[in-house]
């Protein structure tokens, strides 16, 4: 694990990171605020405490991998891997337009991105073959990868699953993003597949429950990996879609919803809100 930055300055950068999601979402017209919001406190200490992968190594073969399963969410991981200093973020500014690389799910055309993704299901399978190819070639560099909670009914999670624990990936480590709703509802009602804990720890490997917007739990969660040695390890993150914003937490439209001025307006008073509060 990197050294980590100080807890109270990863809770501010959590608040600017969804400023600048909504802004670049009310920018382009288009994007998936919901789960940009939900994932984000994860992917803040993913980049900035744990994953060995900065601007200057992402062609090292020792790098370690993160490959973000839950494509439809790319906002989020753009204004983090811009923060990180891959690309100049004036470059958000073309989000969604025509001939950007900065479209709505990720693309290897935008440094730092290692996978394209978008067609749910396929982030595990991707990471499960990283991961063995780093234990085949004796390398020390782990494998992240996060999912959606909404695809977790992919067949592909649960063949990648089988192969993670027989293969002992313990060099990877797969978050789901537990905001328990999807495009059309709530996870329970399109299709239920809870408990999630038991149906990974059937398939052998080691599971934790952490609060996805607790950066501290985060961090201890991501330091005790792996959580069993000769296991893959899953952690699944309790978060809130749309977390942040009064207005769409917890509310299915916001899936794919893009603010309007007033909406947009409020959204930023209430972030910063809560950056004075923090302060």
């Given at each position: 694990m990197r050294n980590m930055i100080a807890e109270n300055e990863l809770i501010a950068k959590s608040v600017n990171y969804r400023k600048k999601i909504l802004k670049y979402i009310v920018g382009a017209k288009a994007g998936h605020t919901g789960g940009s919001l939900s994932c984000v406190?994860?992917?803040?200490?993913?980049y900035n405490s744990v994953l060995n992968v900065s601007p200057d190594n992402f062609t090292s073969p020792d790098r370690d991998r993160y490959i973000q399963s839950k494509g439809h969410c790319v906002?989020?991981?753009?204004?983090?891997?811009?923060?990180?200093g891959f690309f100049p973020e004036d470059d958000l500014n073309t989000l969604c337009q025509y001939k950007s690389h900065y479209i709505g799910h990720p693309t290897r055309k935008v440094h730092g991105v290692e996978q394209n993704t978008g067609a749910l299901g396929h982030g595990l399978p991707i990471s499960v073959g990283t991961?063995?190819?780093?234990?085949?070639?004796?390398?020390?560099?782990?494998?992240?990868?996060?999912?959606?909670?909404?695809?977790?009914?992919?067949?592909?999670?649960w063949e990648a699953a089988l192969t993670a624990a027989h293969y002992k990936l313990d060099n990877l480590?797969?978050?789901?993003?537990?905001?328990?709703?999807?495009?059309?509802?709530?996870?329970?009602?399109?299709?239920?597949?809870?408990?999630?804990?038991?149906k990974f720890e059937s398939f052998d490997w080691a599971v934790k429950h952490v609060d996805g917007h607790d950066i501290k739990a985060l961090n201890e969660a991501f330091a005790a990996l792996p959580f069993e040695k000769g296991k893959p390890s899953l952690i699944i993150a309790h978060t809130i879609k749309g977390k942040g914003i009064s207005f769409m937490e917890n509310s299915v439209k916001w899936h794919h919803g893009v603010p309007d001025k007033e909406q947009y307006e409020t959204a930023i008073a209430e972030l910063d809100e809560v950056m004075t509060g923090a302060n």
């Open positions: 406190d994860i992917l803040n200490v993913l906002e989020a991981l753009y204004v983090v891997l811009a923060d990180k991961a063995l190819a780093a234990k085949m070639d004796n390398k020390a560099y782990r494998v992240f990868t996060l999912l959606g909670d909404g695809e977790l009914p992919e067949g592909s999670n480590c797969a978050i789901i993003d537990n905001n328990k709703l999807q495009i059309t509802g709530s996870n329970a009602e399109v299709c239920n597949t809870a408990p999630i804990d038991t």
